[in-house]
C-alpha cells in the first residue's frame, strides 16, 4: 500500500509539473514569456508550447485583436474662434510588436489604452485649435481626422516605438457645452421665427394682391355681365314694344282692356290688398263697368263671308 501510495504522490507530482510547463496561446493573443521577470520569448503563433515550471519562467498574454478606444471625458476644447466645444471620439488600433509594447508603454492593453487617450487628446486639441466650427461640421472634418490620425502615428513611431499601429480616428460628436447650447438654441429659434414671420408677411401680401385682383376681375365680369344683359332686355322691350303695338293697333279698344287686365292683377296681387275707391267715379273700373253699366251684352260681329 506504501508503495502505492508513492506512485500516485509521484504521478500527481508530475501531472502538476507537466500542466505547469505546458501552455497554449490562442489565435487572438500573444504569448509573452518571462524568465525571472526578463523577456524570454514572445510566441505570436497560436498552438501549445513549453516552458520552464514557476518561479523559472512565467506566461502572460496580450490582446493582439483590433482594439476601441472612446473618448473617457467630455471636457471642451477651444476652436479658433475661442469657442468651446465637446467632442466625442474613438481609435481603432492594435498591437503589432509585443516586445516593444512591454518595454515602451505597459504589460497590459489598459496602459496603451491610457497613454494612447493622452496622446490622441493633445492631437485634437491641437488641431481643433486651428479650426472654426464650420470646419467641425462640414466636409472639412475628413481633413482633422487624417491630421490627428498622422500626428499621432508620428508619436507611436517616434524614438521610442510603442510597438502599435493605428488603424483609425473618428469624430462622433461635435457639440457646444452646456453651458452656451441653449443660448444657441434661442438664437436659431429667434432666426427660424424671423423667417416665418418675413414669409407669413411675404404670403399676406401676396394673397391680398391676388384677392384684390379677383374682386376686380369679378366687378368687370358682373359688370360686363349686366351691361350685355341691359342691352339685351332692351332690345327684347323693344321688340315687345313693337309687337304689342302691332297687336293693339288692329284693335285698340281690346288693347286698353288688355291693360286694364294687368293693371288689375298687379293691383290685387294678394287675398289681402284693399282698395278704397269710388266704382262710379274712378276710370280705374272702366273696363269692368263698360259691358254691365248699360245692362246689355256685348254682340258678337257677323262673319263677313269669305272671298271668292
Known amino acids: ?9 509521484s504521478l500527481l507530482i508530475l501531472l502538476a509539473l507537466a500542466s505547469s510547463m505546458l501552455f497554449v496561446v490562442d489565435q487572438r493573443q500573444f504569448g509573452v514569456v518571462y524568465a525571472l521577470g526578463q523577456i524570454k520569448e514572445v510566441i505570436t503563433e497560436p498552438g501549445l508550447n513549453i516552458k520552464l515550471p514557476p518561479p523559472l519562467q512565467n506566461v502572460t498574454y496580450i490582446d493582439k485583436r483590433l ?25 481603432r488600433w492594435r498591437i503589432t510588436d509585443p516586445l516593444a ?20 487628446r493633445n492631437a ?103 351691361r350685355e344683359a341691359q342691352k339685351i332686355k332692351g332690345q327684347g322691350d323693344s321688340q315687345a314694344a313693337k309687337i304689342y ?3 293693339f293697333g288692329r284693335d285698340p279698344q281690346f288693347a286698353q282692356f288688355y291693360r286694364s287686365l294687368d293693371a288689375y292683377k298687379a293691383s290685387f296681387s294678394k287675398k289681402s290688398d284693399v282698395m278704397v275707391l269710388d266704382p262710379s267715379g274712378s276710370e280705374f273700373f272702366k273696363s269692368m263697368r263698360g259691358s254691365t253699366a248699360s245692362g246689355v251684352a256685348p254682340q258678337a260681329t257677323p262673319a263677313q263671308p269669305a272671298k271668292k
Do not use: C, H
Not at 67 to 91: C, F, G, H, N
Not at 101 to 120: F, P, S, T
Open 1 to 9: 500500500m506504501n508503495r502505492i501510495g508513492i506512485w500516485a504522490s
Open 67 to 91: 482594439l476601441t478606444l472612446d473618448s473617457p471625458d467630455t471636457e471642451p476644447m477651444l476652436t479658433a474662434e475661442k469657442q468651446r466645444v465637446v467632442i466625442d471620439w474613438y481609435v
Open 101 to 120: 509594447y512591454i518595454r515602451n508603454v505597459g504589460l497590459d492593453e489598459k496602459a496603451g489604452a491610457n497613454q494612447l487617450n493622452r496622446v490622441v
Open 124 to 226: 485634437f486639441q491641437e488641431e481643433i485649435n486651428k479650426r472654426t466650427v464650420k470646419d467641425l461640421l462640414s466636409l472639412n472634418r475628413d481633413v482633422l481626422m487624417n491630421d490627428v490620425k498622422r500626428e499621432v502615428l508620428e508619436k507611436v513611431r517616434g524614438d521610442k516605438p510603442w510597438g502599435v499601429d493605428v488603424v483609425d480616428v473618428r469624430i462622433t460628436r461635435a457639440d457646444y457645452v452646456d453651458a452656451i447650447t441653449e443660448s444657441v438654441y434661442r438664437r436659431m429659434e429667434a432666426e427660424r421665427k424671423r423667417v416665418a414671420n418675413e414669409l407669413r408677411s411675404t404670403g399676406a401680401a401676396e394673397g391680398e394682391k391676388i384677392r384684390a385682383d379677383a374682386d376686380r376681375q369679378r366687378e368687370v365680369t358682373i359688370a360686363n355681365a349686366y
Open 245 to 247: 303695338n302691332e297687336s
